[in-house]
């Protein structure tokens, strides 16, 4: 059984920081590429970060492009994604995401993603 687990949310105050972690079990996890995804009250899920599977590539959203940063440690079956100087904005359920190898790989499309977590609330207040 596949489960991936979130951690790290809470409630911060606008230009805090928060380590949201993932971890992964169930999976050969080194064989998926990772990704989060948020959703707002009211949004729609919004792609935020996505790792390849060997780490090897980076992908952000433009809206957090230079705050977060999104790593993985394939030992510990765990991704990860640092959020600095966040905003009001970032407010939002995050969720992490497990997108199975494959020669032609879509990061920001939450559909092609297959296996996903049930997400920590992350609240920023201003």
């Known amino acids: 059984q596949v489960q991936l687990v979130e951690s790290g949310g809470g409630l911060v105050q606008a230009g805090d920081f928060l380590r949201l972690s993932c971890a992964a079990s169930?999976?050969?996890?080194?064989?998926?590429?990772m990704g989060w995804f948020r959703q707002a009250p009211g949004k729609e899920r919004e792609f935020v970060a996505a790792?390849?599977?060997?780490?090897?590539?980076?992908y952000y959203a433009d809206s957090v492009k230079g705050r977060f940063t999104i790593s993985r440690d394939n030992a510990k079956n765990t991704v990860y994604l640092q959020m600095n100087s966040l905003k009001p904005e970032d407010t939002a359920v995050y969720y992490c995401?497990?997108?199975?190898?494959?020669?032609?790989?879509?990061?920001?499309?939450?559909?092609?993603?297959?296996?996903w977590g049930q997400g920590t609330q992350v609240t920023v207040s201003s």
């Open positions: 790792i390849k599977w060997n780490g090897g590539s980076t």
């Open positions: 169930g999976l050969t996890f080194s064989g998926y590429s």
């Open positions: 995401a497990a997108y199975l190898y494959s020669r032609y790989y879509y990061p920001t499309e939450g559909t092609k993603y297959t296996y």
